[in-house]
């Protein structure tokens, strides 16, 4: 499937699950136990939702997203090598995206992070939804 964000062209991997969803694995890592569904969905809709405003706001050459599981926990890592996210995204009265995104993890029990990547160059989203 090809995603169009601002007029640039990026390509984009779609996955459908069976339900209920099995094992998660990416090619050379290991299997993740899947999480229940309102965690599978709020990480999904995150993860989502910080591609599309990178594709649409920071127009980055490269984007990553690592999802891993701690001993008590998952740990969701999506960066990108764009222009970065202003300082003051958060308190924007349009940053409804990112607002959803912290409430959606709130509501699962986790954490949100969000600010510039290392370099303080482009952006870094980092999700932790502890076990049930």
Do not use: W, Y
């Not at 910080?50 to 690592?66: I, V």
């Amino acid at each position: 499937m090809k995603h169009r964000a601002g007029g640039r062209r990026a390509a984009c991997e779609v996955v459908t699950l069976d339900d209920p969803p099995g094992p998660l694995a990416a090619a050379g890592a290991a299997e993740i136990d899947a999480p229940d569904r309102d965690t599978s969905i709020a990480l999904f809709r995150v993860a989502q939702q910080a591609l599309e405003n990178a594709a649409s706001h920071a127009h980055p050459s490269e984007a990553s997203l690592t999802l891993s599981r701690e001993d008590n926990g998952l740990h969701m890592l999506i960066t990108d090598n764009g222009s970065g996210i202003p300082a003051d995204a958060l308190d924007r009265p349009v940053a409804h995206g990112l607002l959803e995104a912290r409430e959606r993890i709130s509501m699962v029990g986790g954490t949100f992070a969000v600010g510039r990547g290392e370099g303080n160059r482009g952006t870094r989203v980092e999700v932790f939804v502890p076990d049930k």
